[in-house]
């Protein structure tokens, strides 16, 4: 069997500029909500920085590799990127925050049936999360990257 990928599909898979527009769009679109929700307590900020950084990648590898180098948010978006992984403390706080949100939740609108299918949905989530490996590369911190030779 010929393992190669047929020319005819490669160019079915080629960026159009108005595609990489589409996905540059789409891209800034959640980066800019992940940013947004960094200063709102109990709001998702790295989801929607994984999400700009795979619709960078479709449209605008130069983002893409300014969002990685990020030295905030660049180390936990690699581990993501490159290995679908974790740090313990991350991990911690991502379930931590969800409990804490689907308790807030829960105070407001009691346990009715879509409030029990959405704590589900979430210990699902959570039960994920927690299966995640710790990244195998030390991430760089602030400090360290700010040191020169």
């Known amino acids: 069997m010929n393992s190669e990928i047929p020319p005819a599909a490669v160019a079915s ?18 980066v800019a909500v992940g940013l947004f929700n960094a200063f709102v307590p109990l709001l998702p900020t790295t989801i929607f920085l994984i999400i700009g950084v795979w619709a960078y990648g ?10 990685l180098a990020d030295p905030t948010f660049g180390p936990a978006l690699t581990n993501w990127v490159e290995e679908r992984a974790m740090t313990r403390i991350a991990k911690w706080q991502c379930i931590g925050t969800i409990i804490t949100g689907y308790v807030i939740t829960l105070g407001f609108v009691g346990f009715t049936t879509v409030s029990v299918l959405v704590g589900a949905g979430l210990a699902g989530l959570s039960l994920f999360l927690s299966s995640r490996p710790a990244p195998t590369r030390c991430p760089v911190s602030r400090s360290a990257a700010t040191l020169g030779p």
């Open 13 to 30: 898979r080629a960026v159009t500029p108005r595609t990489a527009r589409i996905w540059r769009g789409f891209g800034t679109a959640s």
């Open 58 to 67: 479709k449209g605008s590898p130069e983002l893409r590799a300014k969002l």
